[in-house]
């Protein structure tokens, strides 16, 4: 088994940042593909952005290009999301999940049923 927690969340005005932290525990050897998804009520969940097992590979959502930045740190089991010129649409829940199926080591999963492990989530919330 694989734990996730998020940390990094809060309220932040539009047009500051954030910068979210995802840390991985547990069978870590299992740990591949790493990405953030986001929800609000009413909405499916949406892939904001993910990177591929040795960080080479990432993708991002048409949303978020140019302001979100999705890196890991391998030696710490850890993912983190900078998140800038963050907008009033950004509000959602953000939740770490990790692919434990090796394909390789570029492979970018994007399909939620890819990931096997999931985060509770943590709010972002920016106000206008």
């Known amino acids: 088994q694989v734990q996730l927690v998020e940390s990094g969340g809060g309220l932040v005005q539009a047009g500051g940042s954030l910068r979210l932290s995802c840390v991985a525990s547990g069978r870590t050897f299992n740990i591949y593909a790493m990405g953030w998804f986001r929800q609000t009520p009413g909405k499916e969940r949406e892939l904001v952005s993910a990177?591929?097992?040795?960080?080479?590979?990432?993708y991002y959502a048409d949303s978020v290009k140019g302001r979100f930045t999705i890196s890991r740190d391998n030696a710490k089991n850890t993912v983190y999301l900078q998140m800038n010129s963050l907008k009033p649409e950004d509000t959602a829940v953000y939740t770490c999940?990790?692919?434990?199926?090796?394909?390789?080591?570029?492979?970018?999963?994007?399909?939620?049923?890819?990931?096997?492990?999931w985060g509770q989530g943590t709010q972002v919330t920016v106000s206008s």
């Open positions: 990177v591929s097992w040795n960080g080479h590979s990432t």
């Open positions: 999940a990790v692919d434990s199926s090796l394909r390789s080591s570029t492979y970018i999963p994007l399909n939620g049923h890819e990931y096997d492990y």
